[in-house]
Each structure stands twice: as structure tokens, then as C-alpha cells.
């Protein structure tokens, strides 16, 4: 089956789930060739949980109001062609107005990995976007790709993670 149909229905039921949740959405409307992708979050969480017990830390679950912002940044990525962590406002900024604010919060983003394993990788292999996700006080995570394939890296991810 191709994937664009899929990603074409995911497009359109992904506004209405977000309308459906209690915190304000700050997804804007999504347009082509921008397409959210589902992603299933638990397992991600499952794996960054593992990861962060090989450490000694506690394990995190998915956060539908993290998920919404992990998916806003890398929109905003995605539609821009390019990573940066202040497209949209800053980390802080935005997740102020997602009613997210955190004292322990933190942002990884990449883009061009084809899978949840491959940007994990990345993510591990880089002291920073590493340290981030070993953040003892973290509890909760967001997880999003979005693809753009008209793009030079044609998949954008973004990973949101915070405290109690």
C-alpha cells in the first residue's frame, strides 16, 4: 500500500484528535507536502525508557500535550527545510504557550533519519541531544516525524521531554 494515501488520512485526522484534547492546540492547520506521520509513540517511549535504565534513570511515558508540541516543531522544521530550535518561538516560548512549562524540559530535533531507530541513534551518539535524553528528572515524552519529501532531508523529527 503506498504510504502517501496513508499520510494524506493521517493529515486529516490528526486536527480533528488534536481539537478533541483539553490543552489549547498550537499545531497549525497542516498543509502538503508537509505530512504529519503517526508514529507509534509507546514503543518509542519503551525504547528511550530501556536506554535511559541502562543508565540508572527511570523510565518515561508518552504525554499527548508533548506528542502536540514534538509535532508543531517539527512542522515548523519541515516546513521550513531546516532545523533550528526557534522556528515558531523559542523552546521556552513555545512551550510556555503550550501550557507546557517545565523546569526540567528539553528538546531534541533531527532530521533526514529514515526510522525511530536511526534518529535514536543520532540522538545517542551526540553528547548533547544525549545528555537531554538522560535527564534524571524527566518523566515525560513527545515524539513526532514529519515528512517533506520535496525537502534536501525529507523527514523531520522532534522529540519533547519533561519532568513532573
Excluded at 530501556?50 to 514534538?70: F, I, K
Aim: a positive charge; one cysteine or more.
Amino acid at each position: 500500500m503506498p504510504i502517501r494515501p496513508f499520510a494524506r488520512l493521517a493529515a486529516l485526522a490528526l486536527p480533528l484528535a488534536l481539537a478533541a484534547c483539553g490543552t489549547s492546540a498550537i499545531l497549525p492547520e497542516v498543509s502538503a507536502p508537509t505530512l504529519p506521520v503517526i508514529l507509534d509513540e509507546t514503543a518509542a517511549a519503551a525504547a528511550i525508557s530501556r536506554y535511559r535504565a541502562q543508565h540508572g534513570l527511570g523510565p518515561v511515558v508518552v504525554d499527548s500535550g508533548l506528542t502536540r508540541a514534538a509535532a508543531f516543531q517539527a512542522g515548523n522544521n519541515a516546513r521550513a527545510g531546516r532545523l533550528s530550535h526557534d522556528l515558531g518561538g523559542t523552546f521556552t516560548s513555545r512551550m510556555a504557550s503550550a501550557g507546557l512549562a517545565r523546569s526540567h524540559a528539553a528538546e531534541n530535533l533531527s532530521a533526514g533519519s529514515e526510522t525511530f531507530d536511526q534518529v535514536l541513534a543520532r540522538w545517542k551518539a551526540s553528547p548533547q541531544h544525549n545528555a537531554n535524553m538522560l535527564i534524571p528528572q524527566l518523566r515525560r515524552i513527545g515524539i513526532a516525524r514529519v515528512d517533506a519529501p520535496e525537502t534536501r532531508y525529507r523527514r523531520y523529527w522532534a522529540l519533547v521531554m519533561a519532568g513532573n
